[in-house]
């Protein structure tokens, strides 16, 4: 990045935070209360909605899940494509068209290498990493698929700093479900599944910030077998295969999520994601998830 283009973009960082201040200075988030923090001893038993941010992130976080799963259904938020076509490029792509194409087809392949290709998947679409300027989209499509049938649990990403279409995502769940319980509809219960964090100055992959009001963890161990599976999954994400090596196979990890104040980072320090050197940072993605949040109603007035 050149200095003139850091220059630029430090100085609409600047304007950009005085204009929040001004219109949303202040003011707070409206889903705030308790976590349930209740354990996950049925997880496997019941309808569950499992909402991701990427093609992959399903099988990463939930792929051993998923085929314990009695009844389940898949949403993808992100294609998966950066819209500058880096991404598409380095994997051997000539554009962005063909390269989405084959991130479904990895997902498709890998669902069916668990024998679970009956399981739906409803693919939103958005741009990758630009997840957060779609927030009310998102939410309204989650919100639809919330009501056309009864999930007990939703199965997401933890708000941690790690990518900001996880924290995307996550804001959007927990959003679509507080909404629907204000309307008098049973949502279902927000849950966690692990990813990756900064801690410390080092990547932590396939375990959980520690956060007041999450519910305790429940680990689905595997055996050797279903790590050689969940290995043989993973490998059918072949355009992501060598940033996926550094994720455990041994077992899966899930807890209740607790309500987060998405308008704060969530944790000190850098993270993860501001370090990747992308356009997007903390700052700028918490900004804009507080004008989500007052399109969606949910900053309160005073």
Known sequence: MSA?????????QRWDQAAYDRLYGGRKSRMTG???GRALDDLPLQPTLLVVAHPDDEALGAGGLLSRLADARIVIVTDGAPKDGAAARSAGFDGND???????????????????????VSRLGVSDQQAVAHIP????RLMDIMRAKKFRYVVTHPYEGGHPDHDATALAVHAACFLLREDGFEAPLPVEMTSYHLAG????YGGFLAVPGAGPVTTIAFDAGEQDRKQRMLQCYRTQYRTLTEFPLDAERFRTAPLYDFLEPPHPGPLAYETFMWRMDGAGWRRA???????????QTS
């Open 201 to 204: 100055g080092r990547m932590v």
């Open 4 to 12: 003139l283009t850091l220059a630029i973009r430090r100085a609409w």
């Open 34 to 36: 308790a976590g349930p």
């Open 98 to 120: 063909a390269y989405r194409q084959a991130r479904v087809e990895e997902t498709e392949a890998a669902l069916a290498l668990i024998g679970r290709s009956d399981v739906p």
């Open 289 to 299: 998830a507080g004008r989500a949040l007052n399109r969606l109603g949910l900053l």
């Open 137 to 140: 989209r998102i939410v309204s």
